[in-house]
């Protein structure tokens, strides 16, 4: 399903901003739902956000719902994640991901997975 590449991330103190971007190539983007999930160190790979091809639809996780904020650029292949308000907790790599369904936050769903981009929120 093409490639997803992340950028944006980076280390920032708690109450700050940072913006992801996930560019994507090879046929992957118009026509999908896109999501951005994160890992933890020791923890499993959980659900942050899902949008959907045209934007439409949105869906987001409890733990991030009213700070963050998905969208997409279909004119540039991009799908962003804005997120205000950053927590320690927030801290762990982001990765984008591809689903041709719209099935926003299952994950076995997602077949096109980005490399991920850390994101450390200092308390």
């Known amino acids: 399903q093409g490639q997803l590449v992340e950028s944006g991330g980076g280390l920032v103190q708690a109450g700050g901003s940072l913006r992801l971007s996930c560019a994507a190539s090879g046929g992957t983007f118009s026509g999908y739902t896109m999501g951005w999930f994160r890992q933890a160190p020791g923890k499993e790979r959980e659900f942050v956000a899902a949008?959907?091809?045209?934007?439409?639809?949105?869906r987001y996780a409890d733990s991030v719902k009213g700070r963050f904020t998905i969208s997409r650029d279909n004119a540039k292949n991009t799908v962003y994640l804005q997120m205000n308000s950053l927590k320690a907790e927030d801290t762990a790599v982001y990765s984008c991901?591809?689903?041709?369904?719209?099935?926003?936050?299952?994950?076995?769903?997602?077949?096109?997975w980005g490399q991920g981009t850390q994101v450390t929120v200092s308390s």
């Open positions: 991901a591809a689903t041709p369904y719209t099935i926003y936050t299952s994950q076995p769903y997602y077949k096109t």
């Open positions: 949008i959907t091809a045209t934007g439409g639809n949105t």
